[in-house]
């Protein structure tokens, strides 16, 4: 397909992401502000939102940053402040690690269900009949396939 | 006057819609055509009423009637005439009318349409129709009257939000109320044979289009309101995983399952009852998606919808899910599927799978949409869960949707040649790996995007070959038929031929594009800055110069903004200019962003501030490959009229056979 | 086969069930979405230096032994207005009796703030937040007005969203003074 120029667009997107080197203070404040809720709005990151506290943490963020704290250390620091709720994505520890596993969790009992039967299932076709597919049977497949 | 009218034409369409069922009831017991006849036709004339009902309300917006409510609320004089007519989806109220407009007007070609065919289960259709009409028209003559009066008039009305006049947001609405209304007609049809016992396929081949029409039209609302979102919103996104959202994204899931599921009964008649399942289940979710947005439950930026239409719709909801799954349990006897065999590897078991894929991600949707309820009733927590956990949970599910949407075409019914599966996939699965291992050695992205981006373009090459493939099969078999088809002919055919296929894959093709487009978001780039006029700046490849600050009024807002000049190399591109635009019926000023679209990334820019010295203060965001999720929209039109011209065997005419077959 | 699908629809049914359950507790017992309570809540209160519009320099640690209400207000916001003569009036009754009264005007100018005070005649302690929110990102606040009500031995018990009504600064102070 367009590999060659989708490669040829990334590799054009990679320069210009080197004159953004010099901002990597500013790409740090973001990657925080981003796991940030903005407390005034709705369903916005504090990195998203211009609002007055979302401007006055991200300023914060800057300063902690300067300070040498690390991530881990800053979003302590709000999560002190705010509770949990600040947080966009909840930590993996007591009642969210219910929300972080069920997902998973439900697939893959599902998936290995679905290939128990499926595998019980196509070994009793085995037992039942083993010859080869007729012919009528296989211009069957053969329509079928046409028509999808 | 006229709104008095539109007024009494609802109450007579309530009035209506009661007799309906009651007749249609009465016209199964008695086994009278003449009683379903009745009904049908009064499906007709419900339609001609809430049609009335609707031209009020517009009549209202256009002449700034005041003295109604809704109009006062959502509308001012100086609202461009444009926007007055679409005002009146502006609101809750009005939407509803909206929805049982297109609800009367899908029940009246339902009940015409199918006069000759579905017999026996069409009036046990009609009767859910109704019932859910009934509903509709019971909230809009009651709790959210559109046409409710208040007096005095005041002279001017609140005005439309801002945030809603835009051609995106003018659309959006109208078309994801096609997808969920249509997703109503299967609804009905699976009950309307549960009801009446009578459990053949036929349901299923007979609302094939309707099925595909409400699949296409969810999905372009849902297209049409992340571009609302991403031009208006000002913060360089398009999906924020709000509520909202998710509300619209859950039916979609569950309704591109059943839209694959259905094949499989259709084809080898399994699934019976779990097509059944899903068809509820996306019908209950629309109307979860509608209580979310109305309800003010969760957190949303949709705020602006709240009302207290929260409880009817939580108990409609409870209504529609009791009933019918009591009803599919009732019946399950008669939905046991004669096993049919098939190998592992297998097109119906990828079906199979595909199913779960998209059940969970519905699931997982709606799980941590309403999580932070759980958490606050089992451990008294207030959580937020937003775009960085929907992130991370469903990027790995999302990666398996599109590896198993690639293969799928290759696999055949009942069995397929392992061998010549491998042989098929290897070629695209190397000429995939090579440009995502290059990526991931100079750019080092998240592994989900290399993942994601890998198995896109992968897919995308598997269906390309089986595009082509399709077509030389076509070439071949003419051959040897002995067919000699000049060139025109030829073209002719292998455009117009094979439309379920082709329509399939023209639209996984939109579904490629689409995952293109979200995986440049992993190469987003964004900065803030201030500068004053004739001073510039370097973003990316661009040098972004202060022209000066521009006034201008536009419609009905005052723009004040700043023209900035798009450089690169030397060479001036283009002159965007964010401005903040000023309503007169709105305090805030709302932020409008400029855009420099081209097919590799966008540059956008939003005006944070105009400071006193004369400075501005800009967001800059390069968005790239963004556009490759609105192209997917041409797809996915190709491939809907694709596949909206097959008709299932089945119901095709046979020449000289008696049965004349009107359906569809 | 059958056993399965008893299973299966008995799962359908109580993750059916549950879900409305869920919903029915977001309509009608969950807190509001906006409803925030304080991670501070029981806590000693953060200490706090600012100056007064007035020139005045003050710091939480000397009214330890007071009541304290901390009111977080801004000239630009609706319901300041609402609860603006509650504060004022209820300062000027418990005022002498020891209570405390501190406004931190949040993301506001100067001049604002002042005009907003003179025609609302306050007259307890008011200080504007400095530059970057130092104080009310301390404390947590997510929208304003929002009111703390910090007891004699310095400790939060409890936090007010929106206007503060007078009966609950009459509750708050009918048990510390």
Known sequence: MNTRKLVLFLIGIGFSGLLFGSEDMENRVREI??????????????????????????????????????EDEILQFFEERYGEWILRSPKKEGISLLLWTLPGLIILVTILILIKYLWKKSRDTVGIDTSPLSKAELRQIENDLKQL | MVVDIGYF???????????????????????????????????IAILVLVGVAYLALSYAFLNDDFSVRFVARNSSTDLPGFYKFTAVWGGMHGSLLLWELILAFFTATVALRYRKTNQEILPHTLIVLNLISLFLLFLLIGWSNPLARQYPAPLEGNGLNPLLQNPGMVFHPPSLYLGYVAFSIPFAFAIGSLMRGKLDNRWILSTRRWTLFAWFFLTIGMILGAQWAYVELGWGGYWSWDPVENGSLMPWLTGTAFLHSVIVQEKRNRLRIWNMVLI??????????????????LNSVHSFAKSNIGPAFLAFMVVILVFSLGLLFYRQSLLSSRTQTAEMVSKENAFLLNNIVFVVMCFTVLYGTVFPLLAE???NKKLSIQAPFFNTIMAPIAILM??????????????????????????????????MAVVHFIFSPPWQMILLGGTAVFAGYLLILELIRSRHARVVSDKKANKTVNFRGRLLNSLVSDGRRKGGLIIHMGIVAMTIGVCGAFFNQETAFTFGPGQSKSVGRYELKFKELTEFNRNNARNVGAA???????????????????YPTSPQPMTEVAIRHSVIEDLYISLAAINKDGTVTLNVYINPLVN???????????????????????LRKKRGSLTIDDDE | MTMNRKLYFLLGISFTVGLVIVLIYGLFYSSRPGEIPSAQLQK??????????????????????????LNFWASWCVSCRQEAHIIEAAWQQYGDEGAVFIGIAINDTREASLGFIRRYGKTYLLAPDDKTGTISLDYGVTAVPETFLIDKTGVITEKVLGAISRKTIDSFLSGQL
């Not at chain 2, 490759?628 to 299932?648: L, N």
């Not at chain 3, 953060?46 to 304290?68: H, M, N, W, Y």
């Open chain 2, 377 to 379: 009733g089992l451990a």
């Open chain 3, 44 to 69: 000693t209160a953060k200490s706090f230096q600012a100056t007064t519009f007035d020139g005045q320099a003050i710091s939480l640690e000397q009214f330890r032994g007071q009541p304290v209400i």
């Open chain 2, 402 to 435: 599109v590896v198993l949407m690639g293969i799928t075409h290759l696999l055949g019914w009942k069995k397929t040649s392992l061998k010549l599966l491998a042989r098929n996939i290897a070629i695209p699965f190397i000429l995939a790996v090579v440009p």
């Open chain 2, 280 to 297: 509820i289940a996306t019908y209950t979710l629309s109307i979860l998606g509608t209580f979310i947005t109305r309800s003010g439950v």
């Open chain 2, 564 to 582: 900035i000049k798009v450089i690169r190399n030397g060479e001036v591109l283009d002159i965007l200019t964010p401005v903040k635009s000023y």
């Open chain 2, 628 to 650: 490759f999720i609105w192209a997917s929209v041409i797809f996915f039109i190709i491939g809907f009229v694709y596949s909206m011209s097959y008709k299932p065997v089945q």
């Open chain 2, 9 to 43: 034409a609802m109450l007579s369409a309530f009035v209506l819609a009661a007799y309906a069922i009651i007749v249609l009831a009465a016209g199964i017991r008695r086994d009278s055509y003449n009683l379903i006849l009745s009904a049908r036709y009064s499906s």
């Open chain 1, 33 to 70: 502000a981003h796991k940030l809720r903005c407390p005034t709005c709705q369903a916005m990151s504090v990195k998203e939102s211009d609002a007055g506290l979302s401007l006055n943490m991200k300023q914060r963020i800057r300063e902690l940053l300067e300070e040498g704290k690390s």
